[in-house]
């Protein structure tokens, strides 16, 4: 088993004992098993942005905010040192967003942290003490899918009350311990309230889930929780303990056109009129200033002229 450069660093540096066995890779990092003292954890070592597969990155990344200045500058123009800040950013936003859910009351794996591109965090495990298994490699009844599928309405519920949307939830990024499902891969994680795309992905994420539970049971494919979920989220009568029914009654109120057009060329005008106003203001400050400017070398030219 080749050790990656980052896990032998944090072995020198004692956060790390001893790589057990590598678990798996995927898109954007591959996983070992660890163990940290007597504990054993999970290590999520991040591959770099050049060999990740990951795609429609900057969709996520909306919405995220860069509280250097000089950093966010640098990231914009794509420099050298730009795309290393953008690297840690996307590998911190896990950790981050783990430590918001696991607070939250989410059902996530315990975080520890995130050093120089590798994820420490809870090894979740079945009943057996064994790796727990992903969604996509269980069978389960109907009564067991019901169940398992209000568990996770319930859990996405909670992230966007902590403002976060998955982004990337599916039946790959859930595993099933002995109490029930616990959510996964999360540096794709978007802000709800600041990323343009939250609702597609809240949505998507809410399918994904639904079209699992639903080859266990059916009736399920029928709900409509996304549609629910988002229109309490926009009403702001969302809650972590919200209950949910699955059912969701379209609007049949015709979309006032006539009248959105008109508020959004009055508003245009009203734009307009408030940069014509900008404009003239902007205009006499830069005469009174040129005047200022000739009124003091006309009173230079006098007291010169007087003292001749």
């Known amino acids: ?7 032998k660093e944090l072995m020198e540096d004692g956060l790390v004992d001893e790589v057990v ?28 942005a050049s060999k990740r597969s990951f795609k429609k990155a900057v969709q996520y990344r909306e919405g995220r905010h860069v509280r250097n200045s000089r950093r966010g500058r640098a990231m914009a123009k794509g420099s050298k040192f730009g795309k290393q800040e953008q690297e840690e950013i996307w590998q911190n936003a896990e950790a981050d967003a783990l430590f918001l859910l696991a607070q939250a009351g989410v059902r996530v794996p315990k975080p520890y942290g995130c050093f120089d ?78 990323n343009n795309n939250a609702r597609a992905m809240l949505d998507r994420d809410v399918k994904n889930m639904t079209n699992y539970y639903g080859r266990f049971a059916p009736e399920l494919l029928k709900t409509k929780y996304a549609k629910e979920i988002w229109a309490h989220f926009e009403a702001g009568s969302l ?46 400050e830069k005469e009174e200033h040129h005047d200022h400017r000739r009124k003091k070398r006309n009173g230079k030219s006098h007291r010169r002229r007087n003292r001749r």
């Open 239 to 284: 809650a972590p303990d919200t209950k949910l029914t699955g059912r969701f009654k379209e609007s049949k109120k015709k979309a006032d056109v006539k009248g959105v057009l008109g508020e959004v060329e009055f508003a245009a005008k009203e734009n307009q009129e408030r940069l014509r106003r900008l404009r003239e203001r902007e205009q006499q």
């Open 21 to 48: 066995q590598q678990l798996m890779s995927g898109k954007e990092a591959t996983i070992f098993i660890v163990l940290c003292g007597t504990e054993i954890r999970c290590a999520k070592v991040y591959k770099d």
């Open 1 to 7: 088993m080749k050790i990656p450069k980052q896990l």
């Open 117 to 194: 591109g590798v994820m420490l965090m809870e090894l979740v495990t079945d009943a057996q003490h064994g790796v727990a298994p992903r969604l996509n490699d269980i069978t389960m009844t109907p009564e067991q899918a019901r169940s398992d599928h209000a568990t996770v309405m319930a859990q996405i519920v909670k992230m966007l009350c902590a403002g976060i949307v998955h982004g990337d939830l599916s039946e790959f990024n859930v595993l099933q311990d002995e109490t029930g499902p616990v959510i996964i891969d999360l540096p794709q994680a978007v802000n709800a309230a600041g």
